[in-house]
């Protein structure tokens, strides 16, 4: 089995999201594709982010529909930061006859190098990145295959229709009562009413 595995904050979880999961899987003919919203997100330390119980419920709400995407609520059962080689360590262990694929946007995979043991992730699974407006994936390329030779046998590059949003673009239209319908699975826009998230200060 090939096995894609998608690591966010999903705070909350977008189109952008769903495209790049949907054309990972598509792309690379993977069998399934797991979310897996990050606990304590490294990179985001001193940033406040929507309890981890709603963002896993949201991404539940948005990829539950479809039985080749499921949810873990792995990393967040975790104490402390969430370093993905730890997560990859843990699905290595869970699927030790399966091919990993960790799928990033290409912002992820801009900063890749300078991750925790970049080198030992790249043993544990192969790397899909995904095109997002605003990088470029040849630099990216590039880039990667000079700060870790002989990464290239190991990573992926997959252009995806350019959906220039994010989470933070949508949340800061939330709090301004600007519409995110299309934007956002309607059943998550339900949820986040409901729950009154980025609803001001
Ligand atoms: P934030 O603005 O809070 O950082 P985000 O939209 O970047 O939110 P994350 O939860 O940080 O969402 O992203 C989870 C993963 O999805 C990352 O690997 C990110 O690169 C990727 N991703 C997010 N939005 C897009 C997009 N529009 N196109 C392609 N990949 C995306
Ligand atoms: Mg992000």
Not at 14 to 33: F, K, Q, S, T, Y
Request: hydrophobic letters at 40%.
């Amino acid at each position: 089995m090939k096995i894609g595995l998608f690591g966010g904050t999903f705070d909350p979880i977008h189109i952008g999201h769903m495209v790049a999961a949907r054309v990972a899987l598509e792309a690379l003919g993977l069998n399934r594709v797991i979310f897996i919203p990050t606990g304590f997100p490294p990179h985001k330390m001193g940033v406040s982010v929507t309890p981890a119980e709603k963002r896993l419920q949201m991404v539940v709400l948005a990829a539950g529909y479809d039985p080749v995407f499921s949810v873990s609520d792995w990393e967040l059962t975790q104490q402390g930061p969430s370093y993905t080689v730890d997560t990859l360590t843990h699905y290595r262990s869970e699927y030790p006859a399966d091919e990993l694929y960790f799928i990033m946007g290409a912002d992820m995979l801009h900063d890749f190098p300078n991750w925790r043991q970049p080198d030992k992730i790249l043993q544990l699974a192969r790397l899909v990145g995904m095109a997002r407006p605003g990088f470029d994936l040849d630099k990216c390329q590039a880039l990667l295959q000079k700060e870790i030779p002989g990464s290239e046998e190991r990573v992926y590059f997959v252009d995806m229709p350019g959906l220039e949003i994010s989470s933070t673009w949508l949340r800061e239209r939330i709090r301004n009562r600007q519409a995110v319908d299309f934007l956002i699975p309607d059943r998550v826009i339900h949820f986040i009413e409901e729950n009154r998230l980025y609803d001001g200060e």
